[in-house]
């Protein structure tokens, strides 16, 4: 009861003395609040839900881009998932679908031999200098592209319910970009 008195003040913006009378008395409420803030409950509480939460919720995106950055393929799946058994999620039926990929590029964390087994083609690790900035070879094909699709505000937060629905939006977003660059040939 005093957490969705809590609740209703953060929703309302209304002061401790006007919660309505369905909620205990103000300074009971503010009393635990307080009480919970001090003791380290809130935080505690804050900690627990975040890890269930990201459990839930947490998406990573892979995509797989040819040397213009065009998407070949996407996928979206669980933030529980490290990116090396992504490799084998974002790969299939790449090959059948595009046989001419010889090599596949990645970052770091596609590296080790989880990655390179499932692999469909050679796997190059493309690391991060950490000397200074430098436009890696290929890896900036991938910034790139990602930029492309945050031109898109519907991809600023990830506010999609199913993965599904998430690479559809992305094959969306190279349509509309491909279309463009379409028409902007048949213009000129």
Same mark, same amino acid.
């Not at 010889?102 to 796997?123: F, H, M, N, W």
């Given at each position: 009861?005093?957490?969705?008195?809590?609740?209703?003040?953060?929703?309302?913006?209304?002061?401790?003395?006007?919660?309505?009378?369905?909620?205990?008395?103000?300074?009971?409420?503010?009393?635990?609040?307080?009480?919970?803030?001090?003791?380290?409950?809130?935080?505690?509480?804050?900690?627990?839900?975040?890890?269930?939460?990201?459990?839930?919720?947490?998406?990573?995106?892979?995509?797989?881009?040819?040397?213009?950055?065009?998407?070949?393929?996407?996928?979206?799946?669980?933030?529980?998932?490290?990116?090396?058994?992504?490799?084998?999620?974002?790969?299939?039926?790449?090959? #059948?679908?595009?046989?001419?990929?010889?090599?596949?590029?990645?970052?770091?964390?596609?590296?080790?031999?989880?990655?390179?087994?499932? #692999?469909?083609?050679?796997?190059?690790?493309?690391?991060?200098?950490?000397?200074?900035?430098?436009?890696?070879?290929?890896?900036?094909?991938?910034?790139?592209?990602?930029?492309?699709?945050?031109?898109?505000?519907?991809? #600023?937060?990830?506010?999609?319910?199913?993965?599904?629905?998430?690479?559809?939006?992305?094959?969306?977003?190279?349509?509309?970009?491909?279309?463009?660059?379409?028409?902007?040939?048949?213009?000129?």
């Amino acid at each position: 009861a005093v957490m969705n008195a809590v609740f209703y003040l953060l929703h309302t913006g209304c002061q401790w003395a006007l919660l309505p009378k369905d909620f205990p008395p103000s300074s009971t409420v503010h009393y635990y609040f307080k009480r919970f803030a001090d003791d380290g409950t809130l935080d505690r509480v804050h900690e627990a839900l975040y890890v269930q939460t990201r459990q839930l919720e947490g998406r990573k995106r892979h995509i797989l881009v040819d040397v213009l950055g065009l998407v070949l393929s996407n996928k979206v799946h669980s933030a529980g998932i490290q990116d090396r058994d992504g490799l084998s999620i974002v790969c299939d039926r790449v090959t #059948s679908c595009f046989p001419f990929i010889e090599v596949i590029c990645a970052d770091g964390g596609y590296q080790g031999k989880i990655a390179a087994k499932t #692999s469909p083609r050679p796997l190059q690790i493309i690391k991060r200098n950490q000397k200074a900035f430098q436009a890696l070879p290929k890896r900036w094909i991938v910034e790139c592209t990602f930029a492309w699709l945050g031109i898109n505000r519907r991809f #600023s937060k990830d506010i999609e319910r199913y993965a599904r629905t998430s690479e559809a939006l992305i094959s969306a977003a190279m349509i509309k970009l491909m279309l463009r660059r379409v028409a902007r040939y048949h213009h000129s």
